[in-house]
């Protein structure tokens, strides 16, 4: 929770996704995000959409209430959050969700009988003509690689999140494994990496919108308020995705 935070360690990351995803979410959608956490990346994306509404949904209690405290202290007003288990949609109405996220969460999934159920749920409550954005991590086949990442940073994070960052890595589905399970969804998506190692994925449907100057504005302000550190680091994410073939969706590069 702590790291997401305005000046924490992954605050580039949510910044960074909450940009990705300017293309799928319209003004006045409802827009579902799957295990939403301590809604850290949900106020990033939600305070740039004032006028669409957000659910988050969380299979754990604890950490629901510390995103209501998360969206309390940033003052957003466009999200409700609810419990419940991504493999199992209900109460929510088929085809009555406009778009769908889910950002570093799918590798918290038990195996990929989970992950098959969980895409299959999307399906159902997704209309047709909805948008997708999924991003999290791609399972390397190298432990020596997946301890340098984890550790890249180690001076700057606590021993804990070095400890998470490295099991989540550890727990991440393959890339072709997210690739199988996002057939389930039914509907094109473009898939991207970053470039030369896959630790990150992101699955994204579509564009529904052009990005507009408004937007594009509250994405600047966003952005100049990260510190230099966060900067250098979401300008150096961007890179390893623009090699990748995905490049920023509002006029950043």
């Known amino acids: 929770m702590e790291s997401g935070r305005d000046k924490g360690r992954l605050t580039h990351l949510y910044v960074f996704h909450a940009v990705m995803s300017l293309p799928v979410i319209c003004s006045g959608d ?18 740039l959409h004032p006028r669409t509404q957000f659910i988050g949904i969380d299979a754990s209690r604890t950490m629901l ?32 969700i406009d778009c769908v996220l889910c950002t570093m969460s799918l590798h918290h999934l038990m195996d990929i009988d989970a992950l098959g159920k969980a895409m299959r749920e999307v399906r159902r409550v997704l209309k047709p003509d909805g948008g997708i954005y999924i991003a999290d991590f791609g399972r390397l086949k190298r432990h020596a690689t997946q301890k340098f990442f984890a550790y890249d940073r180690a001076d700057a994070q606590s021993p804990q999140f070095t400890d998470d960052f490295l099991h989540s890595m550890r727990a991440a589905f393959s890339a072709d494994e997210l690739r199988a399970a996002m057939t389930a969804l039914g509907i094109p998506l473009t898939q991207h990496a970053t470039a030369l190692a896959p630790f990150l994925l992101i699955f994204r449907s579509a564009a529904r919108h052009s990005v507009d100057a408004a937007l594009t504005a509250r994405v600047t302000e966003t952005y100049r308020i990260l510190t230099g550190r966060q900067q250098r680091d979401f300008g150096n994410l961007a890179r390893w995705f623009r090699v990748g073939g995905l490049s920023l969706p509002c006029g950043m590069d």
């Open 30 to 47: 409802t827009v579902l995000d799957l295990a939403c956490g301590p809604a850290n990346q949900l106020a990033q994306i939600a305070r």
């Open 65 to 96: 209430e510390l995103a209501r405290g998360t969206l309390e202290s940033a003052s957003i007003d466009n999200v409700s959050l609810q419990l419940g288990d991504i493999t199992q949609l209900q109460p929510i109405a088929d085809a009555s």
